[in-house]
């Protein structure tokens, strides 16, 4: 596993210990806790989160969680005379990677699909524009927009676009992946481990998906 994307547990245990208010919000049917996933396409950790806590936790939860996707990580952008260039922490094939699924973000309307998508990449990310076409088989959803966008202009502004958001939060990214939790980037270890946890926790009055 590469080490760049390994936890810093030291950090992270320092940032669990102050403790997080629960959602105000009245009902079971109307909470709903907004989840920001800041990743990278080739980090392990980004790919098992995905698959084993993010995918898991928002068939569980459906109507009482909205995901937001940020693909970026620790790239690097560099605006140049016509467009962008990044680096990106595992090389060419992550930005490329993350290029596609900004513009699978931007171009599926449908967030269960968008993480549909995310979820089929991310599985085998190695070979983007391979798995890019199958997984747009698979979930149904428009390829021809997808690669038009990845393949152009559009691509690199949605990428530049998750850099700035990624780099603007307060505090900064030092691991990937980062969640959010309605604003909140305390408790990551938990988050980590146990995402589902973590998001019933913050219900003022627990779905029964958070009890069953």
């Known amino acids: ?35 920001a996933v800041y990743y990278e396409a080739l980090c392990p950790d980004s790919r098992s989160f995905v698959l084993k806590q993010l995918n898991p936790t928002y068939q569980k ?10 693909p970026y990580g620790k790239a690097k952008t560099t605006k140049t005379s016509d467009g962008y260039q990044f680096m990106c922490q595992h090389g060419p094939i992550e930005c490329q990677a993350n290029i596609i699924h900004a513009c699978s973000i931007d171009v599926i309307k449908d967030p269960s699909v968008q993480l549909q998508f995310v979820a089929c990449m991310i599985e085998n990310n190695i070979d983007p524009i391979r798995i890019m076409k199958t997984c747009a088989e ?8 997808i690669k038009k966008c990845s393949n152009t202009g559009r ?21 990937i992946p980062t969640i959010t ?15 589902l946890k973590e998001v019933c926790l913050r219900f003022k009055v627990p779905p029964k998906e958070c009890v069953s």
Do not use: W
């Open 138 to 145: 698979r979930i149904s959803v428009d390829l021809e927009s």
């Open 155 to 175: 691509g690199q502004e949605l990428l530049a676009k998750y850099g700035e958001m990624t780099n603007s939060l307060v505090p900064r990214v030092s691991f």
């Open 1 to 35: 596993m590469n080490s760049e994307c390994l936890l810093n547990i030291e950090i992270l245990q320092l940032q669990d210990q102050a403790a997080t208010p629960l959602s105000e919000k009245d009902g079971p049917a109307s909470q709903k806790v907004h989840a």
């Open 181 to 195: 939790l309605d604003g909140n980037s305390e408790h990551q270890v938990r988050i980590l481990k146990n995402l």
């Open 61 to 70: 939860l459906l109507t009482n969680i909205e995901v937001e996707l940020l």
